[in-house]
């Protein structure tokens, strides 16, 4: 296979593990021409030239029969810590068992047998290059369209936040006074004057109007913080990190979130356990807060048919949070692209759906140290599996 853009080619290195020297200098020596090589003896010092050279590093391929370690090892780490690295694995042992194993823990690209085919070898190599090429610019177009994203909604949001707030502070204060200029309207008001009077009922309804602004505004500057937060995308600083009660933040969530209509009685909270986790408490809050909008969006394209269930679930090695709702499922092709941002089921993006809630929501998870999983069963059900470590010396309430 030819090569397209050698320059290409030069710019990420591609990574070759073996313990065997006379394997590296071969494989350096055949290869090093038309890429950039660099090579490790083993799983614990590949290990530390990944963490210390990552962003260099387009492909990695390692042996599999190695001392202390084997390579699947080593493709795991790469796959947990730097799934951006095209992995495969070369083996003399074509045992079916090797290759399995690092399929389903280390999801390599390509499963290569030993002795080497070169020319295969070459194209397997120049197969792997192309594919990060081509993920390192679909990672590029989405870090543009994120910015150029952040950058139109926080305008956007300027302009909506300045009216709200002045919109909020003159219900709020006008609130305070309406029982006050109800109570010396019906004490003044005249038999003789010739205006119509106003009804006790249209009384009441102005100070049922003011709650309704106050409720509606503070709604909407809770859903563009909610926007906000989850196109900026999520660094957190290790200082933010606190000890929190996940169920105070579920709480804060339930109670906070911009219910329409009667959507609130639609959810319900099972049992009444708890545990703690390190994290941030108003990024929980917001990840709660994604899980529920997609819920209740889903419930609504059901016919407004179906239940909301959440429950929290300590465990001795690791804590768990289902979120479950009987709306109408999702498609087993869908599931593995839910978190992918950017990538949205619903039909209709123009109505706010522009599939980046549940990515933020796994690179939030991520950032605890925790995760999520999607289990759906179309016509059934959709449930989130929230996991967080257990913390030792911290007892379950």
């Known amino acids: 296979m030819e090569i397209a853009n050698p320059l290409d080619y030069k710019r990420s290195a591609i990574l070759f593990v073996d313990d065997e020297e006379k394997s590296l200098k071969y494989f350096s020596r055949v290869f090093s021409y038309d890429f950039r090589i660099i090579t490790s003896t083993d799983v614990e010092s590949a ?53 399995i194993e690092a ?79 109800v109570a010396a309207y ?16 249209h009384l009441a309804t102005l100070s049922d109007t003011l709650s309704d602004i106050i409720m509606e505004s503070n709604n909407s500057l809770t859903i563009i913080d909610i926007l906000l937060t989850k196109i900026k995308g999520v660094v957190i600083e290790p200082d933010a990190f606190a000890l929190l009660s996940m169920r105070d933040c579920l709480n804060e969530s339930l109670q906070r979130y911009p219910y329409r209509e009667n959507q609130a009685q639609m959810i319900t909270v099972s049992g009444h356990e708890d545990f703690q986790f390190k994290g941030v408490r108003q990024l929980m809050v917001h ?3 994604n899980l529920i909008k997609n819920a209740l969006y889903a419930i609504a394209v059901n ?17 768990l949070v289902y979120f479950n709702d009987t709306g109408p499922g999702i ?48 016509g059934l059900y959709t449930e989130f599996v929230m996991s967080f470590p257990a913390i030792a010396g911290n007892e379950s309430k």
């Open 47 to 99: 290990s530390r030239l990944i963490d210390q050279q990552a962003d260099e590093i387009a492909v990695l391929i390692t042996d599999q029969r190695m001392p202390k370690q084997k390579g699947v090892d080593l493709l795991k780490y790469s796959r947990e810590k730097y799934p951006h690295i095209v992995r495969l694995l070369t083996t003399a042992y074509t045992d079916l068992g090797d290759a």
């Open 103 to 181: 399929v389903n823990t280390g999801e390599i690209f390509r499963y290569i047998t030993k002795p080497w085919d070169i020319d295969k070898l070459h194209d397997h190599l120049v197969d792997a290059m192309n594919l990060f090429l081509a993920r390192e610019q679909e990672r590029n177009l989405l870090v543009g369209k994120r910015q150029a994203m952040f950058q139109i909604a926080g305008n956007i949001a300027h302009e909506l936040r300045t009216p709200l707030l002045s919109i909020l502070a003159a219900a709020k204060g006008t609130a305070n006074f309406m029982p006050s200029l």
């Open 186 to 201: 019906k004490k003044n008001r005249l038999p003789e004057d010739d205006r119509e009077p106003i009804r006790d009922s």
């Open 287 to 289: 990840v709660f807060y």
């Open 303 to 319: 016919g407004n048919k179906g239940l909301i269930t959440i429950s929290i679930r300590p465990g001795d090695k690791q804590n």
């Open 331 to 378: 498609d087993a092709t869908v599931i593995p692209h839910i978190f992918d941002s950017f990538y949205s089921i619903r039909g209709n993006q123009s109505e706010g759906n522009i599939g980046i809630g549940l990515a933020f929501c796994k690179n939030v998870m991520a950032q605890f140290n925790a995760g999520i999983k999607c289990l759906s069963e179309p």
